[in-house]
């Protein structure tokens, strides 16, 4: 394996946020890091931030392969722009960056069950690029649900399951419910938590500035079940 698909259980969830962070994080630490956005819709910032933290010469057209200007599922974007969108592409340019790194990082869109196709979601498109995930949580009351559903549609789908990474979205959190979710979701489902990162007002994806992210994540994330990849 030499690569981890980050999923979310929800869009605006901090995937793009963690992802940047954690190429940021293993490009200091002297790891050959390289990234994805297969899918973009509504704004190529993702694929550029993340083109900016692993500090990679990879072109966007590789780190984003499929830009749909509607911000929309990708299928209803399609559909509007009277576009095709070709599966095939994303796995031959992935194929493509997968031989110039040694860690690819690949971050979805939405969430698991995000229709890429009609009958073509994102955890089809795991299935395929034959990645284990990692999912980005929120660290807030109705986490235990919204993850546990990711977690089972990931099981079902026979999807390796690395952690979750609990991200704190709001300056207020409800402090008690973020700090017990995530053993609550390991006990009920087994799946390890590999830490919180805490509320960052410094970090702005669409003006490419990661912030105090990469700190964050080397204090408060555990990366070594990430880097048995
Ligand atoms: N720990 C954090 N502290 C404060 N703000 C954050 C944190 N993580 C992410 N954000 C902000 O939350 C918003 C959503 O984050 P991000 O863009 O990473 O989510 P996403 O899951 O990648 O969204 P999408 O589904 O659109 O790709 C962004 O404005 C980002 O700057
Ligand atoms: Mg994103």
Known sequence: MCGIFITGTDTEIGKTAITAGLASVLKQQDHNVGVMKPVAAGSRADAI???????????????NPIFLNNPLSPNVAAQIESKTLDIDHIRTTYNQLKNRHNLMLVEGVGGLLVPILDHFSVADLIAQLNLPILIVARAALGTINHTLLT?????????????????????????????????????ISNVPSLGTIPYAPDVDIDKNHLGSLPQLIKKHIHLQPLLSK
Do not use: C, F, M, W
Not at 163 to 187: E, F, K, M
């Open 49 to 63: 931030i993340l083109q900016t933290s692993a500090g990679v010469s990879d072109t966007l057209e590789e780190i």
């Open 151 to 187: 977690i089972e549609a990931a099981k079902s789908r026979n999807l390796e399951i690395l952690g979750v990474i609990y991200n704190t979205l709001s300056p207020t959190p409800n402090n008690t419910a973020a700090q017990t979710s995530p053993d609550i979701i390991t006990r």
